[in-house]
Each structure stands twice: as C-alpha cells, then as structure tokens.
C-alpha cells in the first residue's frame, strides 16, 4: 500500500527534469516525508491487527488445549500468530511484533499454569473421593464381619407381618431382617373401621384375617 501511493505520487509529481542539487534534495525530501506519514498512518492498523491475531491465537489454545497437550496448544497458537503477524509485517519499515510475541507467549503460559492447577485440584479430589469410598466400603465389611460374629450368618431373606385380632385394638406385628427377629405387640385403635362396613374389609382376604407383603431385592 504504501508503495503504490509513492509510485501514485512519482507518476502524479514526476522527480525535476534537471540537474539542480536543491530541487533532487528537496523532491526526496517530500518523497521522505510522504512515506514517513504513510508508514506512521499505516502502523497504526498494524498494531491494531497485531491485538486481533493475539486474539486469535488465544482462542486457538483455549479450544486445542482441551483435547491435546498444553505445550502442543501454545506451540499451535504461537505459529497462528508468526504466521499472519509476518504477512502484515511491512518488510522496509521498522515494523516489529517482537513485544507482542512476548506478551502473547506470557499470557498463554499463565493459562497453562491456571489450567494445570485446576486439573491437579479436580485429580485430588477424585483421588481423596476415591480414599473415602475405599475406607467406607472397608468399614462396611469390618461391620459386616462383627455382625455374621454375633449373630452368626446374615440369611438372604427379610419377613415382616403383622395382624389385628379382630373387633379389638389389639395389633400383633414382626420383622425378621438381616438375621435378627423382633415381635411386638400393641395397642392402636383402628381409626378406618367405620369406614370398612359392617363385616370390615378384612374378610375373606386370607386365613384368620392374616396379611402377607413379600418384598424382594435382587
């Protein structure tokens, strides 16, 4: 861009026709100027473009860094910005990114590190997780063990029952779970009686009014 516009000017302004050293002296020094403006204009953009790929390549890393290695992700990112901080550099100016690499590469490496403490604290977890599961389950068998100790081995099956003799408040029930027993007996008003009819609902459901519920885990 820039030399088009000094060849633009050259055609449009051609150099003076003589030998005069002060009209050479003073053309070259408009031409100086010229390109000075255009550089400095020019630069600016640069710059401006520079902050764009370095944007660029930081979302480079963030979206590589989840599926490959944090070094292979800041090398990827870093050759993104080379690449097209090169083709905007402009060869005959004074035009350099070497800051903005620095920069760049710091900031990359301080996502690096930020994402290798988040990974290491999530692995801690897991593993101080995984601790407690282990010494749960330990003492789970620990208890287990004591348990088939006292009452000898714990039977597959678990019963329960439980019946009401009938026209009282008299209610019988028992459970028989993990290898223990128990029986109880109470008194509890039956508060849905007048809601059964005369004959209550109970009859005919089983010998004696005797319910059963079986419940089995596989």
């Known amino acids: 861009m820039c030399n088009t516009a000094l060849e633009d000017f050259s055609r449009d302004c051609p150099p ?9 002296a003073e053309y070259d020094s408009a031409i100086t100027s010229l390109e000075s403006m255009l550089d400095a204009n020019l630069q600016n953009i640069y710059l401006r473009l520079l902050r764009n790929y370095s944007s660029q390549a930081i979302a480079k890393y963030k979206a590589q860094s989840a599926d490959s290695l944090s070094s292979t ?17 402009r060869p005959s100016g004074d035009w350099s990114y070497v800051s903005e690499r620095k920069s760049l590469r710091s900031h990359l490496n301080d996502l690096s590190s930020s994402s290798k403490r988040l990974t290491d604290f ?7 997780q995984s ?13 287990q063990q004591v348990q088939m100790q006292l009452y000898g081995a714990n039977s597959p099956w ?12 008299v209610n019988l029930s028992g459970q028989y779970q993990q290898g223990k027993g128990n029986v109880q007996l109470s008194c509890v008003p039956d ?23 079986v419940n089995l885990s596989v």
């Open 191 to 213: 508060d849905y009686a007048a809601m059964l009819g005369p004959n209550g609902f109970t009859n005919g459901v089983g010998p004696g009014n005797l319910g059963l519920s």
């Open 158 to 169: 678990n019963f329960g029952f439980a019946y009401r003799i009938p026209d009282s408040n």
């Open 122 to 128: 999530q692995l801690k977890a897991a593993r101080e």
């Open 73 to 89: 992700a800041i090398e990827a990112a870093e050759e993104l910005f080379t690449t097209k901080a090169n083709a905007a550099t």
């Open 16 to 24: 003076p026709s003589s030998d005069s050293t002060s009209e050479s």
């Open 131 to 143: 601790q407690a599961m282990q010494f749960l389950q330990m003492q789970q068998q620990q208890l």
